[in-house]
């Protein structure tokens, strides 16, 4: 890992541990510059209403140039959110995942705008082909080429 | 958990923040903000401005985050751009010059002040004697802010504890040397350079005088030299241009080694190394030019090799934590790993994957796991078409 992703992510610990994660998220763990751990929860009135989420973040070499790995928890504990941009496999499809990450971005700004899609959701149900993609799926979602094809869900 | 164990285990823990300013002081915690790159959030290293949109960052930054996009665009507002927009942005780079400079004194100053207060409002009824500083009610934000004027006579008692801190030796995460907390970072930029850790004599004495340009200010006088002397050395020789960027798809290894006995680089590796080695090569040399301390080529010969090695061991770690990782989840659930195994190898279109993986059997968890993890990119990589809202 270069001196500046240790540094940015050093910088974000910081940034957690003096004011604190969004509302809704918490840190589960963040014990090494390699691997984050946070649950997420969707407050107010939404389809989400009391279910609780862990989300796994993996740093590249060269973070915040190339993007983290982010994908939902599923094992024992925890589930991923039926969603229908999120694979029962945990794997999301999120354009700011993929093609729009900027590094800008922060872990922050993509547990809001995780959130954000959560709350937004008005049909609990999977991706069409879910099941198709999970059976092929490789580890890392980012191994994946998504098509991010319509933008006005 | 502790965040602050964390920090302190990788020994990153000295990087400079906006938060380091107490929670009083706002706006000196918006004015340090203001001059961080919005990518790697550090102070700006020789920034440059972007003249199709305005936004400025690091030039390494822009750089890197330029060649790793797929599309060429602004990382801040995403307006198309391309390497020819970067420009030089002078006076941005003067007033982060000036402000890393009274930074660790500002810092000392706005701790010493809430400090003070916090005692004063600790202590009852006039216990303190100190004197009550100014106190100005901001309406718009309704933050009380202590002006600083009555402290600067106060100067003689003033206990400079943050700044003694501040002056701690750190271990440097890539050598492991000391290095005082308030240069970590410079020492970082510069690649590693040997360092004397020299003695804590920051008494606040000293401090105000920096700040005040009295005679202790010497690093502002030293600046104005610093900045003059650049001028000559400019005059005397022409600027060094910037290297182009080589499409190497068109080229053969002949000619692909050829540019790096160009710029003296190292031919070891296979032709993926020698291509990555000379377009980050191009990339460091290209954002030296944009500072006015620019390092010597020699220095960024050496830069990159670290780079490299960096890399390198990046790659063996992360390569290790993916057999680990999954050598628990197939203790956890053989069964279903099989299942998962057993469904790689009916999607697999290519080679002869059932003998393979029956080849790699139960007392192998690992090599099963590394296997999984290579076949979406041997054979065809998983595809999915679905809605996206972001
Ligand atoms: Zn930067
Ligand atoms: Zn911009
Ligand atoms: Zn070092």
């Not at chain 2, 050395?233 to 080229?251: E, F, G, N, Q």
Request: contains cysteine; glycine residues 6%; neutral net charge.
């Amino acid at each position: 890992m270069t001196t500046i992703s240790k540094k940015r992510l050093a910088k974000e610990l910081r940034e957690l541990q003096t004011h604190g994660p969004p509302t809704g998220i918490a840190v589960v763990s963040a014990e090494d510059f390699e691997c984050w751990l946070f649950t997420i929860e969707v407050l107010g009135n939404t389809l989400y209403e009391g279910e609780k989420f862990c989300l796994r973040f993996r740093f590249p070499g060269n973070y915040p140039i190339e993007s983290p790995e982010v994908t939902f928890v599923v094992d024992e504990k925890w589930g991923a959110p039926v969603h229908p941009h999120i694979y029962s496999n945990g794997h999301i499809c999120a354009s700011i995942l993929g093609n729009e990450w900027s590094p800008v971005l922060s872990v922050v700004s993509v547990c809001l705008t995780l959130q954000s899609m959560l709350a937004s959701c008005t049909k609990k149900q999977r991706p069409q082909d879910n099941d198709r993609y999970v059976l092929h799926a490789p580890l890392s979602p980012k191994k994946t080429r998504f098509h991010y094809d319509d933008d006005t869900v | 958990m502790d965040l602050a164990l964390a920090l302190a285990a990788t020994g990153a823990d000295d990087v400079s923040d906006p938060s380091d300013f107490p929670e009083s002081f706002g706006i000196l915690r918006t004015l340090d903000r203001t001059l961080r790159c919005p990518i790697c959030k550090d102070l700006f290293n020789a920034p440059v401005l972007l003249g199709t949109c305005g936004h400025s960052f690091c030039s390494l930054c822009i750089r890197e985050a330029l060649k790793e996009g797929e599309k060429k665009e602004c990382s801040a507002c995403r307006v198309p751009t391309q390497e020819s927009s970067i420009k030089k942005n002078i006076v941005l780079e003067e007033s982060v010059e000036a402000y890393k400079t009274a930074r660790s004194t500002v810092l000392a100053l706005a701790n010493d002040t809430a400090s003070r207060k916090r005692r004063r409002e600790d202590s009852t009824n006039g216990a303190d004697l100190t004197p009550r500083p100014k106190r100005v009610k901001r309406e718009s934000s309704g933050q009380d802010v202590d002006l600083g004027d009555e402290r600067l006579e106060e100067s003689e008692d003033s206990e400079v504890e943050i700044i003694e801190n501040s002056k701690a030796p750190v271990d440097c995460p890539i050598c492991d040397q000391k290095v005082p907390a308030t240069r970590i970072n410079a020492h970082l930029d510069e690649g590693c350079p040997h360092e004397s850790v020299p003695e804590d004599k920051g008494k606040g004495k000293a401090q105000w005088a920096i700040l005040l340009g009295g005679p202790g200010g010497k690093k502002g006088a030293k600046g104005g030299r610093r900045g003059s002397g650049r001028e000559r050395d400019r005059s005397s020789s022409p600027p060094p241009r910037p290297l182009a960027k080589v499409s190497y798809h068109t080229l053969s290894n002949k000619q692909v080694r050829g540019l790096l006995q160009d710029q003296c680089l190292s031919e070891s590796g296979d032709r993926k190394q020698w291509e990555q080695r000379h377009a980050q090569w191009i990339t460091v040399y290209n954002a030296n030019l944009d500072s006015s301390k620019p390092k010597s080529v020699d220095q960024l010969r050496r830069d990159l090799e670290r780079w490299e090695r960096l890399k390198a061991r990046d790659e063996k770690e992360k390569e290790a934590r993916v057999s680990r990782v999954d050598a628990k989840g197939y203790e956890k659930s053989q069964d279903e790993h099989f299942a998962k195994l057993i469904a790689q190898a009916r999607a697999s279109a290519k080679g002869n994957p059932n003998t393979i993986r029956q080849g790699a059997s139960s007392e192998k968890p690992i090599e099963i796991s590394s296997d999984l993890e290579m076949e979406p990119e041997s054979g065809e990589a998983a595809q999915a078409t679905v809605h996206i809202a972001l």
